[in-house]
């Protein structure tokens, strides 16, 4: 009798070898259950693609039952017991029963035979830690030393015959809970043993995520990536993102299976493309493009002329702008006036209307929606700083449903998407997230939550996003509302970091009390600040490239772009408050001024700071290349804008000026805005007479140049000048 019992687990472990074959996919057969190809299916079929396994699809074409994805467990069993009827005499058959628009596999066909043999039963189920849907059946359960306890119906594999038996039984309708029907069987200890089911326990095949999100990570090794169950320290074969863990199964399905490893990067971001290259401009999709101002935004300006730089023909856009703003009225209404003409058409939704931030994106998509000639919707909002004039070609090539290219506010990790969400549906960050943002890690990405900028194909919106108001969610934001909508329609959002495609604008500190507020954004937003205040030659001048030394000690570069200088000169005059040029001044410390000029100085308008900062980043590199060995804080104690005109102050007297190291900055063009003009150095005999507009004088202060302003004979000259280390 011994002898019996110890034979009988090696009898057993022949039979289920001799049911095997030496090619195992020729002996397997993995069925599901897809009404519809969704995004989720078509992520199964690749990853079981990618193993080889063989796919049948059951009930395409039929309708749902239900409202919801957890009603309608019946027509699976409906359409399994269907397709069983020709395969229940086939003794070496494995069928592998598994839902597919939350599930990946991770592993291919051997693995998942020998694991099933393994069992040493004839049907092994998938097993969860939380009991459903009757959890009055928990104390029916047998009871489990270590594992997982209760029965998951997402996933099961057995013999042919042996699932035939299984749902031979099955009546009930389309509706009905296949979990309870499976469950019932497997809690009768003698359909139990008939059938021979067991429970995978250890999730060594069957890794459910609901119940067990802290229990499984990502396991990279030598190029391949597997999810690793830590409890039990298994690497299941199929991953099921059952109940509300589909968000985590659309992170693990970044990576697996081998769809992104560190050795490859992305293996799969260049499939399925739409290529745009050879097609002419009038064969290229129509786009229609929503620009939505919410809020004072910085840099308007600087949206609108990359939103003309775009790579992409303007007689195939079309534009609907939302501006909330009466404060970005007249710049809205310039752009219009000066390039409206060059788009298939513009509608401009104004401030005056009074529409709201998620009715006018409502109508925004639903211009696109309505239109069947829209191809694309591209949305983009004004704190999007957009620096990649390829990004709408790029983001059609990648051929999503809806994308998003990734967006990142300057020196922060703040970003236009979330890599996870938390138990009430706000942030959380994911464990790729840092990597994603700092380009550690490149790809396209399957992502809970996108906003400031994406791309929806106009098909989507007329199918699985046909519901009018995707912008309002209960009580969600517009931004949070729309991801909601959309991950409710089982549509995938990606995001790509293929490419640098730009930043987010900071808004927090954006101030509106000034003509001229970008002048104030040097902090917030440093990169815009530079792109539309520094003169675009000042890298070459910093390379030593387009310096020059008029006179003994005296550097000349660029430095300010014209509307640098335009919005300064336009800021002083704006505020209007001049000095008097005598030599009685209470603004400077002593109330005396030696060498009195009319002019503003930086801190009346409260752009000391400001001033600073500009000095610090831009004039004391140069300070440092220029005068070797010394070293500047850029401190200074007068920063002021001069105004010559010939009947007010057109010239000034000779003087050495109170610092180091003087800049004086051209403000306004010789020849043009004014005549005569320009600075001597009188112990040198050298003379500067036709100032560049733009570019800055730097010289010593004390003791060596002495020097004079030479007579404005004409106009109006400007300059701004620092005394700086006084």
């Known amino acids: 009798m011994r002898l019996l019992l110890l034979l009988a687990p090696l009898g057993w ?44 699809a059951l009930g395409l074409g039929e309708d749902w039952p239900g409202e919801a994805m957890l009603a309608g467990g019946g027509l699976k069993v409906r359409l399994l017991k269907k397709a069983l009827e020709k395969h229940a005499d086939k003794e070496n058959l494995v069928i592998l029963f598994t839902d597919s628009y939350d599930v990946v596999f991770a592993s291919g066909p051997r693995e998942l035979l ?61 509706s009905d809970s296949d979990q309870l029907f499976y469950t019932k069987i497997f809690l009768d200890p003698e359909k139990r043993e008939q059938i021979n089911i067991t429970l ?4 060594r095949i ?55 490893t560190f050795e490859t990067g992305c293996a799969v971001c260049d499939e399925g493309l739409r290529s745009l290259k050879g097609i002419g401009d009038e064969a290229l999709p129509a786009v229609l493009v929503g620009v939505f ?34 404060h970005h009225k007249a710049q809205v209404e310039q752009f219009l006036a000066e390039h409206g003409d060059e788009y298939q058409s513009v509608k401009l939704v104004g401030p005056e209307v009074r529409v709201a931030n998620a009715d006018a994106r409502n109508m925004g998509a639903d211009l696109c929606r309505q239109d069947r000639g829209c191809t694309y919707y591209f949305s983009v ?40 969400l938390s138990a009430d549906g706000y942030y959380a960050r994911s464990e790729d997230y840092v990597d994603i943002v700092q380009g550690r890690r490149v790809g396209v990405w399957n992502v809970p939550y996108i906003s400031n900028i994406y791309l929806i194909k106009g098909s989507a919106l007329r199918a699985e996003l046909q519901e009018t108001d995707l912008f309002h969610h209960s009580k969600l934001d517009p931004d949070m509302a729309f991801c909601a909508n959309i991950r409710q329609q089982d549509v995938f959002m990606f995001l790509t970091n293929r490419h640098s495609f730009g930043h987010l604008l900071s808004l927090d500190s954006y101030q509106t009390t000034h003509l001229h507020n970008d002048l ?24 030593g490239k387009m310096v020059e030394m008029p006179c003994p000690d005296v550097y000349w570069f660029p ?87 010939p009947d007010e102050q057109p010239s000034l007297v000779p003087h050495h000026d109170a610092s180091t190291f003087t800049i004086n900055i051209a403000l306004n063009r010789v020849g043009v805005d004014y005549e005569g003009g320009g600075c001597r150095f009188l112990r040198y005999n050298c003379s500067i007479r036709a100032p560049r507009k733009g570019w800055t004088l730097m010289h010593p202060g004390r003791l060596t140049h002495y020097h004079e302003g030479l007579p404005t004979t004409k106009g109006t000259r400007y300059i701004a000048v620092s005394f700086v280390d006084p």
Not at 200 to 203: K, P, Q, S
Not at 524 to 530: A, F, G, Q, R, T
């Open 13 to 56: 472990l022949l039979l289920a070898e001799t049911k095997g074959d030496a090619k195992p996919e020729d002996n397997l057969l993995v069925l599901t259950v897809a009404t519809k190809e969704t995004e989720g299916f078509r992520r199964f079929k690749r990853s079981a693609q990618f193993f080889n396994y063989k796919i049948q």
């Open 381 to 420: 909002d004004a704190d999007v700083a957009l620096t990649e004039p390829k990004t709408l070609r790029l983001l059609i090539e990648q051929n999503k449903n809806v994308i998003a290219p990734l967006m990142t506010r300057h020196g922060r990790l703040w970003s236009n998407f979330w890599g996870a």
């Open 293 to 326: 101002i919410e809020q004072p935004t910085p840099f308007l300006s600087l949206f609108f002329q990359r939103l003309l730089r775009l790579h992409y023909p303007q007689k195939r856009l079309r534009l609907f702008i939302h501006n909330h703003e009466q």
């Open 520 to 543: 104030w954004e040097v902090f917030s937003n440093p990169e815009d600040w530079k792109e539309k205040y520094i003169h675009e030659n000042y890298t070459k001048a910093l390379a």
């Open 114 to 174: 020998k694991k099933f043999r393994q069992a040493r039963s004839q049907v092994v189920f998938s097993a969860e830690e939380l009991i459903y849907p009757d959890r009055r059946l928990e104390a029916k359960y047998p009871v489990v030393s270590d594992g997982k306890r209760f029965l998951g119906s997402g996933g099961f594999i057995g013999y042919a015959p042996n699932l035939s038996k299984l749902v031979a039984e099955w009546e009930g309708q389309d």
């Open 200 to 203: 995978d326990h250890r999730c």
């Open 559 to 645: 430095i300010f772009t014209e509307t640098a200088c335009d919005e300064l000169v336009e800021e002083m005059e704006h505020y209007g408050q001049w000095s008097l040029g005598d030599n009685k001044d209470n603004r400077i410390q002593g109330g005396y001024e030696n060498v009195p000029t009319i002019d503003i100085h930086m801190n009346q308008i409260n752009f000391e700071r400001e001033w600073h900062k500009f000095l610090v980043e831009y004039i004391a590199p140069m300070t440092e290349k220029l005068y070797p060995g010394y070293y500047t804080r850029a401190q200074f104690d007068l920063a002021f804008v001069v105004r010559y005109k």
């Open 206 to 260: 069957f890794q459910n995520l609901d119940g067990a999100l802290d229990e499984v990570v990502l396991k990279f090794e030598m190029g391949q990536v597997r999810a690793r169950n830590l409890a039990y320290d298994t690497l299941p074969v199929l991953i099921h993102g059952n109940g509300p863990t589909k968000l985590q199964l659309n992170y693990l399905g970044n990576y697996i299976p081998r769809f992104w």
